[in-house]
């Protein structure tokens, strides 16, 4: 039974290998299967900038990254030295996470269908965040949000960047995307 489980890919990647790709490949009018847009990974980012006064801060914020990915994040350091930020060259300053394959898709499904839902006054996510190669930015304020993270977890809140790479080349085709994926964006006022 353990082995059947392990074989089930995640529900958007089949929906998007099934059903997605044919769509996409017909309204934005491609000519090769090749050219649709795809998700390429997500990376989850955390700014500790604080992290250099308060230690606990660092683990609290690994705990959360590490429940709510799955995966064990990296820590980000500080490149050089900015005297008014009180930060020197490699000091701590962050850590990151990046999903690829099925485990960004299961991320992408819970964040799409749990997790966003349940933000306060939530009127869709921002349609003006798409970068020049098309990846979409996401930002949270909170990370309780998330159905993983317990009260004890809680106990110091941060917030977080989701980034989404598409490769696709433009924003049209990467907003299309990730609109059949489930991303709820706002509404546009005509």
């Given at each position: 039974m353990a082995e059947k489980?392990?074989?089930l890919k995640p529900r958007l990647l089949m929906q998007y290998n099934d059903?997605?790709?044919k769509e996409l490949k017909s309204e934005l009018k491609l000519d090769n299967i090749n050219q649709v847009p795809?998700?390429?990974?997500i990376v989850l980012n955390i700014g500790l900038g604080r992290a250099k006064d308060d230690k606990r801060l660092m683990e609290v914020a690994t705990n959360t990254l590490r429940k709510i990915t799955g995966q064990q994040p990296i820590q980000t350091v500080a490149k050089q030295s900015i005297a008014s930020f009180k930060l020197r060259e490699g000091?701590?300053?962050g850590l990151k996470v990046t999903l690829r394959g099925q485990k960004m898709y299961e991320f992408m499904d819970r964040l799409v269908n749990i997790v966003l839902?349940?933000?306060?006054d939530?009127?869709?996510v921002s349609n003006n965040a798409f970068d020049a190669q098309g990846n979409y930015s996401?930002?949270?304020?909170?990370?309780?949000v998330f159905p993983e993270i317990t009260f004890e977890d809680s106990s110091i809140t941060h917030g977080m960047q989701i980034v989404f790479v598409v490769q696709s080349g433009s924003k049209e085709g990467s907003k299309e995307l990730l609109t059949k994926l489930g991303m709820p964006f706002e509404k546009e006022n005509k």
């Open positions: 489980t392990k074989s059903q997605i790709i795809r998700l390429e990974k000091n701590k300053i839902p349940r933000l306060r939530f009127h869709g996401l930002g949270l304020n909170d990370q309780t």
